[in-house]
C-alpha cells in the first residue's frame, strides 16, 4: 500500500522536474542578434572587383550581439560613434569620408543596439574582431573592460599597416587600447571548448581576418563570414575588390563554402544587402 502511494506520488514530480529541466536548457541556449552599424554608400566595385563597377549602393554594415551561457559576446563592433549624425569628417577626415559615405545616426551605434536588447556595455565579455578596418573595429575602445579576440598579425597589422593598406586602418580607433586584454590567436579557436563559438582563420582580405562560426540550436550553424565574403557574388567566383592576398582570399572563400556544406550551414555576409534585408534585426535566432 505504502510502495503504491510512492510511485503515485512521483509521476507528478518527475513531470515538474522534465518541465524544470526543459526551462533551464531553454536559458542557455545562445542567442544571436544581427545588426547594422548604419550603412556605407560606396561603389560595389570595391566590393567586386571589375563587376558592377560605378554602381553608387547603400551597404548594411553588419555587426552581431552574441549571448552564451558563458558571456555576452560582439562579432564586430561597427564604424566609431564619432562618425555619427554627420560627424564623420571630423573623425576620419574627407578622403575616407569621400570614398565610403557612412551614413550612421546615433541609435546605430553598437552600444544603442545593446541598451535596446537590454544589455550594459559592461555586459560584454567578450569582443571578437573580423579585422580591425574602419567599419568593424571602430568602437573597440567602448569595451576597456572586455577581452579582445584578434590574431596577431592583425594587430600587427593595425598598429603598423603597409601604406597601400593604411587607408583602411584607423588608428584612432584603438590608440589608447594598447593595454587592453588581448587574446592574440594565430589560427582558428574554439573560444569556450563547446563548438558553439568558433573563430576560423581566413585570412586574405586582411593579414588576420576571422570569421566566426556559431551553432544554433534551432537556426543551425552558421558561417559570420565578415570581409572574407562581402557578398554572395564573391562566393560565386567575383574576386573580392579589396584584398591584402588575392591567393588567400580566395583560399579563405573556398574554406568557408566547404565548411558551410560540410556542416549543413549558411554563410551570412558582412555587406550583403539582399540578405541583410531579409534577415530579422529586432529580436533574436536561437
Ligand atoms: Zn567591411
Given at each position: 500500500m505504502l510502495f503504491k502511494k510512492n510511485k503515485f506520488n512521483i509521476i507528478p514530480l518527475i513531470f515538474v522536474t522534465l518541465l524544470f529541466n526543459t526551462a533551464l536548457i531553454a536559458e542557455e541556449r545562445v542567442k544571436l542578434y544581427q545588426v547594422s552599424s548604419g550603412v556605407l554608400k560606396f561603389d560595389k566595385g570595391w566590393l567586386t572587383a571589375m563587376k558592377d563597377v560605378g554602381k553608387i549602393l547603400e551597404f548594411p554594415v553588419a555587426m552581431y550581439i552574441i549571448e552564451h551561457p558563458r558571456g555576452l559576446l560582439l562579432y564586430d563592433t561597427g564604424m566609431n560613434v564619432a562618425v555619427s549624425d554627420d560627424g564623420c569628417e571630423n573623425y576620419w577626415g574627407k578622403g575616407l569620408c569621400s570614398a565610403f559615405q557612412p551614413i550612421q545616426k546615433r541609435d546605430e551605434v553598437i552600444d544603442s543596439w545593446l541598451s535596446k536588447f537590454g544589455y550594459k556595455v559592461s555586459d560584454v565579455k567578450y569582443v571578437i574582431y573580423s579585422h580591425m578596418h574602419l567599419d568593424h573595429a571602430g568602437n573597440m575602445e567602448m569595451f576597456p573592460d572586455a577581452v579582445h579576440v584578434v590574431q596577431k598579425e592583425e594587430l600587427k597589422a593595425a598598429w603598423w599597416p603597409e601604406k597601400y593598406q593604411a587607408g583602411a586602418f584607423v588608428l584612432k580607433d584603438y590608440d589608447d587600447a594598447r593595454n587592453f586584454n588581448y587574446l592574440q590567436l594565430d589560427g582558428d579557436y574554439?573560444?569556450?571548448?563547446?563548438?558553439k563559438i568558433v573563430v576560423l582563420d581566413t585570412k586574405g582580405h586582411t593579414q588576420g581576418h576571422q570569421s566566426l562560426m556559431v551553432e544554433l540550436e534551432n537556426t543551425g550553424t552558421l558561417f559570420l563570414a565578415g570581409d572574407a565574403i562581402y557578398t554572395p557574388e564573391n562566393e560565386s567566383g567575383a574576386i573580392p575588390g579589396i584584398t591584402w592576398n588575392t591567393y588567400e582570399s580566395m583560399k579563405s572563400i573556398d574554406r568557408l563554402k566547404m565548411l558551410r556544406d560540410t556542416h549543413q550551414g549558411e554563410i551570412w555576409y558582412s555587406h550583403g544587402i539582399e540578405q541583410y534585408n531579409s534577415h530579422k534585426h529586432d529580436a533574436y535566432y536561437d
Open positions: 574554439d573560444l569556450f571548448g563547446d563548438g
